[in-house]
């Protein structure tokens, strides 16, 4: 039975745990293993709690482990632009809708329904799962930044 609630301090190692598996395994095939260790360095259940203090913050369960993750938060302070972060599902359950399930529910989250815009920091790996989710280059521009990402957006009707 899968499940979506909010993010519980007591989550923070399995969600730094499965960030770090999904990391290894699903995007070494497009950065190299010095990034990806940086990155499960910065991503550490310290800073799952500290980003839930300005973020909406999502797990999604299967049974009692957690499967995914998905946050949505202000970009830059705005009131009418926001960001979704930290969108992570375990390999195992790739594949199997739970991505959806994730931007689904970030999607009916009241910041998104307050949004202007909407913008994603996908990776490289994430990137067309976005693409095919209704989200668009940034300015229609399809170009890596200085942090190994392309910028998505999407606007409200």
Same mark, same amino acid.
């Given at each position: 039975?899968?499940?979506?609630? +909010?993010?519980?301090?007591?989550?923070?190692?399995?969600?730094?745990?499965?960030?770090?598996?999904?990391?290894?395994?699903?995007?070494?095939?497009?950065?190299?293993?010095?990034?990806?260790?940086?990155?499960?360095?910065? @991503?550490?259940?310290?800073?799952?709690?500290?980003?839930?203090?300005?973020?909406?913050?999502?797990? *999604?369960?299967? !049974?009692? !482990?957690?499967?995914?993750?998905?946050?949505?938060?202000?970009?830059?302070?705005? !009131?009418?632009?926001?960001?979704?972060?930290?969108?992570?599902?375990?390999?195992?359950?790739?594949?199997?809708?739970?991505? +959806?399930? *994730?931007?689904?529910?970030?999607?009916?989250?009241?910041?998104?329904?307050?949004?202007?815009?909407?913008?994603?920091?996908?990776?490289?790996?994430?990137?067309?799962?976005?693409?095919?989710?209704?989200?668009?280059?940034?300015?229609?521009?399809?170009?890596?930044?200085?942090?190994?990402?392309?910028? @998505?957006?999407?606007?409200?009707?």
């Amino acid at each position: 039975m899968t499940e979506v609630r +909010r993010f519980k301090t007591e989550d923070a190692p399995a969600v730094d745990a499965l960030v770090a598996q999904t990391l290894r395994e699903s995007n070494s095939q497009d950065y190299s293993a010095a990034y990806i260790e940086a990155e499960v360095r910065q @991503l550490s259940a310290t800073f799952f709690i500290e980003k839930v203090q300005e973020t909406h913050f999502y797990v *999604i369960c299967d !049974q009692d !482990q957690i499967i995914g993750t998905g946050a949505i938060g202000s970009y830059w302070g705005s !009131q009418t632009e926001f960001s979704l972060f930290d969108i992570f599902v375990l390999p195992k359950y790739q594949g199997r809708g739970i991505g +959806r399930l *994730i931007i689904e529910t970030l999607e009916q989250d009241a910041y998104f329904r307050q949004a202007e815009r909407v913008e994603i920091p996908a990776s490289i790996t994430g990137v067309e799962f976005y693409r095919h989710m209704g989200y668009a280059f940034k300015g229609g521009v399809k170009v890596l930044d200085d942090e190994q990402l392309y910028r @998505l957006e999407k606007f409200s009707n």
